[in-house]
């Protein structure tokens, strides 16, 4: 099972700030398949990037995903303040699909 | 546009079988490419993907539950089911069903998601 490891746990930041999530593996994910997700309070968790760089329908061009093998990035542009949440990765690579344990951005 | 709703009991007592339904509506489950899979999220917790199924029937499940979980599907009511066996405490969570892209015929990404259904496990 690939064990995905987010970081830090809280960030605390200020609208229009730019934000850096960290998502790593304990091992390789194949050919980036890696996604990420927003979850707000009381709601389900929305797709944002998929193929760890591709963005989902309808999502603003302030968030981008990067990274390969252990190493992925979401990172948004400029915070808005609808963009304080919990931040989620998932690995695809393998049959047995994991979670990581989330990043929450909260407002400073 | 593609909706799922979940629904079954909030309340199972422990030892027994957990069973929810997510019904889809605005696209067939029998649709290629697609996966239907199961998600759920402990109080205050992160999310643990449970299972998915095929369109053509076949099924994935996560090694740590896969003794207890069965995920099938009923074309004619455009449904997918989670049965969950031998529940506990441990087994509380929000549980959400949704639709997984396949990925060179492997289950990936998530999307959309249904709103998801908290169920209890307590006597």
């Known amino acids: 099972e690939i064990v995905l490891t987010q970081s830090p746990g809280t960030l605390s930041l200020s609208p229009g700030e730019r934000v850096t999530l960290s998502c790593r593996a304990s091992q390789s994910v194949s050919s980036s398949y890696l996604a990420w997700y927003q979850q707000k309070p009381g709601q389900a968790p929305r797709l944002l990037i998929y193929h760890a760089s591709s963005r989902a329908t309808g999502i603003p061009d302030r968030f981008s995903g990067s990274g390969s093998g252990t190493d992925f990035t979401l990172t948004i542009s400029r915070l808005e303040p609808e963009d304080f949440a919990v931040y989620y990765c998932q690995q695809y690579g393998s049959s047995s699909l994991t979670f990581g344990g989330g990043t929450k951005v909260e407002i400073k | 546009q593609l909706q799922l709703q979940e629904s079954g009991p909030g309340l199972v007592k422990p030892s027994e079988t957990l069973s929810l339904t997510c019904t889809v509506s605005g696209g067939s489950i029998s649709s290629n490419n697609n996966f239907w899979g199961w998600i759920r999220q402990p109080p205050g917790k992160g999310l643990e993907w449970i299972g998915s199924?095929?369109?053509?029937?076949?099924?994935y499940y996560n090694p740590s539950l896969k003794s207890r979980v069965t995920i099938s599907e009923d074309t004619s009511k455009n449904q997918f089911s989670l049965k969950l066996t031998s529940v506990t405490a441990a087994d509380t969570a929000v549980y959400y069903c949704a639709r997984q892209r396949s990925n060179w015929n492997y289950p990936a990404w998530f999307d959309p998601w249904g709103q998801g259904t908290l169920v209890t496990v307590s006597s």
């Open positions: 199924i095929y369109y053509s029937g076949s099924t």
